[in-house]
């Protein structure tokens, strides 16, 4: 019973994404025609005749009050609304399965404006021009635009609710550093300096690449002249290859695993079942069963032959080299029943232009253009490759642009009026000559009459316009520097018959990287699914179930597995012992954001069998802890902790470094589970020498 939606202010549809469950009640709600020849209502329609007084409320609210409700709940609780307006357009997402808190839905809502600005860029700063991208007039292109962005969404769900890394919104690495640096220096000769160096690159420059094995980073390679790439676009770049090739273990879990019993010893705290979106509900099954499904292949035992057969299927992948028994058996090696059957080798995705953070010529720019290629070398490890287009410089000119006129709005906004305090003031004088520039060389006929107009009224010591007058005409121009940026930039795409690096590149690159990780592929399979592993730690941390270690300054997380499908399982197993552990830590991650939200660093409590903890702290680059400060409380309505939604952490790092410019400052969280039996103050004292240790181990270093 879930349901997103993004609609403008008099209630047109901008997108939408429901599950199967909010589809069925809302066909309920409409009833049968009286007439059997007439339709229901299309989705769509019956969304907008639904929330159609709730988008009116809140913007009439919004109009006579300059205020307006951000969540609310039904009768008796049976749904749960939150609503958010970003920039003109409304989003709200609606729970109705109770699976969901009001902080999971704003967090819904603000990813799902993070991945729109990845797509469209600052195209999203001007409401007309975005109705126009998410909304286009050709009812084919629209379905594709809103398949894409359904398809995120329900991806992201499935991910937040069975990966580590976003559940807590960091980048998982893959620790093998003599593995890493192989790639590194393959990634770097094969695939940076081999495209950057062809004539026929046809003006794209090749800024990143790395590897992934499923979820996990394994290696990543920025050329010389590129900026780094932020962890909050690494982790958005993630999402969007497992949207492309979706893991099959964590798919397979979403769909075909019942959600953990929720264990009573846990009620009082709020727990939420990993229940995504179009999931198939299933009975649960008895601890004292099989647990088999109707679609599990026979179990075999099987020991692999000393050297290849030459009968051997080349449809199966197996380790050592082995010979399988059959085509359709699965293999088991070890302790862990890995997926061996491939279906078939994945094709390569079209390039699309997507839009990152990055810096031109020293400067900052957000929202810079690049091509994003996601090309697959076996099934679960993918090689992506970003390039810039030369028409990237651009995109920082027109940022200054626009971030210079939308400082002036605030200025007009509070009041200042055009005369000579405006005229003398230094964001004027700078604005103007950028504005000038940049007209002389670049602008239309429509743009320079707009341009004349503002500074007639704006600069006049005769006839100087008001502040109204100023604002319209600033609004204007804005506009204009959106529709060039998304004519020169998004335009361009190459989905839309852009430029983009010749296929033949991308099958060498992709062909090169096949042959130096040929021997490696079968070990990093399994190494994905067994990265970290507790038995390392149980001689130096007796009572320790499990951690997750997180590096916010690099957004880089450290934890062991915790996987509890049927085709890879962790230490743990896969039976109840299992999902209760799960369960118990996404619980801790959803309590420790509610009371950091709430200016809390440090969380020790008992639940059950088990002690929880959670801490956050600050070091120097040298790993001295620095004193702990008093972090800013957030109101229940703010920016979700985390990256996607609004990267809580490196706003935290900055507020910090004020009262600590002169060195440089990391931010850390530590996660534990303990069992009950240790004292607490062991427990405080294993998470403070368990940090150290992990400190110490992610100094590998990545790039």
């Not at 400060?629 to 703010?638: G, T, Y």
């Not at 002169?662 to 931010?667: I, L, Y």
Request: glycine letters at 4%; charged letters at 25%.
């Amino acid at each position: 019973m879930k349901c997103v939606l993004v609609a403008t202010e008099g209630a047109e549809v901008l997108f939408y994404w429901t599950d199967e469950e909010f589809e069925e009640s809302l066909r309920l709600k409409f009833g049968q025609p009286e007439n059997e020849e007439e339709e229901l209502p299309a989705l769509e329609d019956g969304l907008s005749t639904l929330l159609a007084p709730v988008i009116i409320s809140s913007m009439t609210m919004l109009e006579k009050l300059s205020d307006t409700y951000t969540c609310f709940s039904t009768e008796n609780g049976d749904y749960l609304y939150v609503l958010h307006l970003f920039g003109e357009c409304l989003f709200i997402a609606i729970n109705g399965d109770h699976t969901e808190s009001e902080g999971d839905l704003r967090r819904k809502l603000y990813v799902l404006k993070y991945l729109v600005e990845v797509h469209f860029g600052l195209v999203t700063v001007d409401s007309q021009l975005i109705r126009k991208e998410l909304r286009p007039p050709d009812l084919e292109r629209r379905s594709q635009v809103w398949e894409h962005f359904q398809s995120l969404l329900s991806t992201y769900s499935r991910l937040r609710e069975q990966e580590q890394c976003f559940a807590v919104e960091a980048v998982e690495r893959l620790i093998h550093p003599r593995l890493c640096e192989m790639c590194i220096e393959a990634l770097e000769r094969h695939v940076i300096q081999a495209v950057n160096s062809s004539p026929e690159r046809t003006g794209e420059e090749a800024l990143h690449a790395f590897l992934l094995v499923h979820s996990k980073l394994l290696a990543l390679y920025s050329s010389h002249s590129a900026s780094s790439l932020r962890p909050a676009d690494l982790l958005a770049l993630i999402l969007l290859v497992q949207d492309l090739y979706p893991s099959e273990s964590t798919v397979e879990a979403d769909d075909a695993q019942p959600s953990p019993q929720r264990p009573w010893s846990s009620q009082n705290i709020p727990v939420q079942q990993p229940w995504g979106p179009g999931s198939i509900r299933q009975a649960r099954r008895s601890s004292t069963e099989t647990e088999t499904d109707s679609f599990s292949f026979p179990e075999e035992y099987f020991t692999p032959a000393p050297s290849p057969s030459e009968q051997s299927s080349g449809s199966i992948v197996w380790l050592d080299e082995g010979t399988p028994p059959t085509d359709t058996y699965q293999i088991q090696v070890a302790e862990d029943t890995l997926q061996m059957l491939v279906p078939h080798f994945p094709t390569a995705s079209s390039p699309r232009r997507i839009f990152l953070d990055a810096s031109i010529k020293e400067s900052y720019c957000p929202l810079v253009p690049h091509t994003f290629y996601c090309l697959p070398l076996w099934p679960g490890i993918n090689m992506v490759l970003l390039t810039k287009s030369p028409s990237a410089p651009l995109a920082l000119v027109l940022y200054k642009l626009l971030d210079g006129f939308s400082l002036l709005e605030k200025k007009l906004k509070e009041g200042q009026e055009a005369g000579g305090t405006l005229r003398s003031h230094p964001l004027m004088a700078d604005l103007r000559q950028r504005m000038d520039k940049f007209v002389k060389n670049r602008g239309g006929q429509e743009i320079q009459s707009t341009w004349l107009e503002l500074k007639t009224k704006a600069f006049s010591r005769s006839e100087p316009g008001s502040s109204w007058e100023l604002l319209q005409v600033c609004g204007k121009v804005k506009q204009q520097l959106c529709a060039i940026y998304r004519l020169s930039l998004l335009s361009t795409a190459p989905s839309r018959g852009g430029p983009h690096l010749p296929q033949h590149l991308q099958d060498q690159a992709q062909k090169l990287m096949q042959e130096k990780l040929a021997d490696w592929k079968d070990f990093l399979l399994v190494k994905s699914r067994r990265n970290i592993t507790m038995v390392s730690y149980l001689e130096d941390f007796p009572g320790l179930v499990h951690f997750i270690y997180v590096d916010r300054t690099t957004g880089q997380m450290v934890a062991p597995s915790l996987s509890i499908h049927d085709k890879t399982t962790s230490e743990l197993g896969k039976g109840p012992l299992a999902a209760f552990v799960k369960t118990k830590v996404w619980s801790l991650i959803r309590l420790a954001r509610r009371y950091l939200q709430k200016g809390y660093t440090t969380l020790l409590f008992r639940e059950g069998d088990f002690y929880c903890s959670y801490f956050l702290w600050f070091e120097n680059e040298m790993g001295y802890k620095l004193q702990i400060i008093e972090v800013p409380v957030l109101s229940d309505d703010s920016v979700p902790i985390g990256m996607l939604g609004g990267d809580y952490y490196r706003k935290l790092l900055r507020y910090y470094n004020k009262s600590h410019p002169a060195e440089a400052v990391k931010c850390y969280e530590l996660l534990a589970l303990h069992l009950s039996v240790i004292p607490t103050d062991m427990v405080v004292q294993q998470a403070g020498e368990l940090a150290r240790r992990l400190w110490e181990a992610s100094r590998i270093p990545l790039l």
